[in-house]
């Protein structure tokens, strides 16, 4: 039977293997840095730019010297997200690039969202992926960029299907193996220089699961999945629902952006699947009116909810055939508050008054239905209306007044 011998000298043998652990990291060239202890270090955040998923980020934004990932349906966010991320990072003294391979890249649309174009860097019209992805690597090697956004690595086109013609093209997978190893360089470079790193990604229909089936995949193959720290997938919302409104100067409905949501797909510092509706404004950042939201929506759903003829709203009971009806937008939607909701409603629907009906059949809720609460509640400064006699008061505001 093998005899068992106690060690003594802990302290002595765990130096000894130190000692020559150093040496043998120096004579293979690595970094002695990359062993420390595992004590909690303080991890440095930076705000998206955008409030809604700040907060299903857990409050805080991305994390510096990492690895995400913006994927999405076209049109649905992803550049505009890049934009105002990169507008709070400047904020915060990072230096910027942004590798403009889409040729995305509109001035007019980044100074919208707040970014100071004079001190960002712009890389474009390199020949192919290959050559990108070594500039993306030496961008973030330098130490020099706090933040590097990629837009898109679909468009990263490898060198052997440019030098092909397409009838030659017969490789599968040629894209997805270069952006396996892109983005494996990409962990470790961006670690090392606390950079965080951007990829702007597509998603397109795809081979599903079963035969035959379709499915909704993104660019790049599993690497996306296996190497990024945070993915953030993007829906566009269709219809008056994805639609920003304001009335315009002669009281019309104008549309000044559109809505997507968006998913927190993956994330190493929080938790996944939470779920946000953000806007992306069309032109330069402006507050929005959720109350003109609310009833464009609900005018849009058609005559059983709200009509707006000549600047007044109106809504018709449908049980009892009362008519409420106001030209100010607020006045109006307080009636609401105080209408009965329809007696024939779906199953599960427990609302009570007409307002409720509404805001559930439109699917209101959370941050959306807390600023239009907010804002029929609020004691802001007076609404005018206008109308053939010109400008006035309310009759709620000339009573109010004459009370006092």
Not at 71 to 99: D, P, R, V, W
Not at 252 to 265: F, H, M, N, W
Not at 365 to 391: C, Q, R, T, V
Request: with cysteine; charged share 25%; net charge negative.
């Amino acid at each position: 039977m093998e005899k068992k011998v106690k060690l003594e000298n802990t302290d002595v043998k765990q130096k000894d293997f130190e000692r020559l652990l150093l040496a043998k990291m120096k004579s293979m060239g690595v970094d002695t840095k990359c062993i420390k202890s595992g004590d909690i270090e303080a991890i440095n955040f930076v705000s998206t730019g955008v409030f809604e998923i700040d907060t299903i980020l857990g409050g805080t934004g991305l994390p510096e010297g990492t690895l995400v990932e913006f994927c999405g349906e076209s049109q649905s966010g992803k550049t505009y997200l890049g934009y105002k991320f990169i507008a709070e990072a400047q904020k915060n003294g990072k230096k910027c690039a942004f590798f403009n391979i889409e040729n995305s890249y509109y001035p007019p649309r980044a100074i919208a969202c707040g970014v100071n174009i004079a001190d960002l860097t712009i890389i474009e019209n390199v020949s192919s992926a290959e050559q990108y992805g070594e500039l993306i690597e030496a961008f973030i090697e330098s130490g020099i960029y706090g933040v590097v956004v990629v837009d898109s690595i679909t468009a990263m086109i490898p060198q052997d299907e440019i030098t092909k013609t397409y009838d030659q093209v017969q490789k599968i997978g040629v894209h997805a193996t270069f952006i396996k190893r892109l983005t494996k360089n990409l962990v470790a470079k961006s670690a090392a220089t606390q950079t965080i790193c951007v990829l702007i990604n597509q998603l397109y229909m795809g081979q599903g699961a079963m035969p035959g089936s379709m499915a909704l995949t993104a660019s790049g193959g599993n690497a996306m999945n296996y190497f990024t720290h945070v993915r953030l997938w993007f829906r566009k919302i269709n219809g008056a629902a994805g639609q920003v409104v304001r009335k315009d100067d002669e009281g019309k409905d104008e549309i000044i952006g559109g809505k997507s949501t968006v998913i927190v797909q993956k994330t190493r510092y929080g938790q996944p699947g939470q779920r946000a509706e953000f806007k992306i404004m069309f032109g330069e950042e402006t507050d929005t009116n959720p109350v003109d939201e609310f009833l464009y929506r609900a005018k849009a759903k058609g005559h059983e909810y709200v009509k707006e003829v000549r600047k007044k709203f109106s809504y018709t009971n449908v049980d009892t055939g009362e008519v409420v009806e106001s030209k100010n937008p607020v006045e109006f939607t307080k009636m609401l508050m105080n209408q009965p909701a329809p007696e024939k409603r779906t199953r599960g629907d427990n609302s009570t008054t007409a307002f409720e009906y509404i805001v559930g059949r439109l699917r209101i809720s959370g941050k959306p239905l807390d600023d239009l609460l907010e804002k029929i509640n609020s004691d802001g400064d007076l609404d005018f209306i206008e109308d053939e006699d010109g400008i006035q008061l309310s009759d709620e505001q000339l009573k109010a007044l004459l009370e006092d």
